[in-house]
Nanobody, 116 residues
Framework: QVQLVESGGGLVQPGGSLRLSCAASGSIFSGNTMAWYRQPPGKGRDVVATITSDGTGNYVDSVKGRFTISRDNARNTMYLRMNSLKPEDTAVYYC??????????WGQGTQVTVSS
């Protein structure tokens, strides 16, 4: 049973930065494209960024140039560096496999709140 644990969220002022971490037990990282997702208050969960097994990242337009996704396959860990944060980035952030059939049970997520 794969477990996903997200951490690193918090309250930050607009323009600030955070780095999120995703630690996985089990083999979900092996060969899979992984992704960060977010769920704003009252809305559904959507993908923010993906990263292939060889480290190629892709981003939704709203975070391009501000967020950087990375992974450490040896440590089964993935990161999301978030710079120039905006109030609209406020959400619970989750990690999981990008492909539906490869996904594990969702973790608890980590809350990111951008507010002055």
């Amino acid at each position: 049973q794969v477990q996903l644990v997200e951490s690193g969220g918090g309250l930050v002022q607009p323009g600030g930065s955070l780095r999120l971490s995703c630690a996985a037990s089990g083999s979900i990282f092996s060969g899979n494209t992984m992704a960060w997702y977010r769920q704003p208050p009252g809305k559904g969960r959507d993908v923010v960024a993906t990263i292939t097994s060889d480290g190629t990242g892709n981003y939704v337009d709203s975070v391009k140039g501000r967020f950087t996704i990375s992974r450490d396959n040896a440590r089964n860990t993935m990161y999301l560096r978030m710079n120039s944060l905006k109030p609209e980035d406020t959400a619970v952030y989750y990690c999981n496999a990008a492909k539906y059939s490869a996904r594990a049970t969702w973790g608890q997520g980590t809350q990111v709140t951008v507010s002055s």
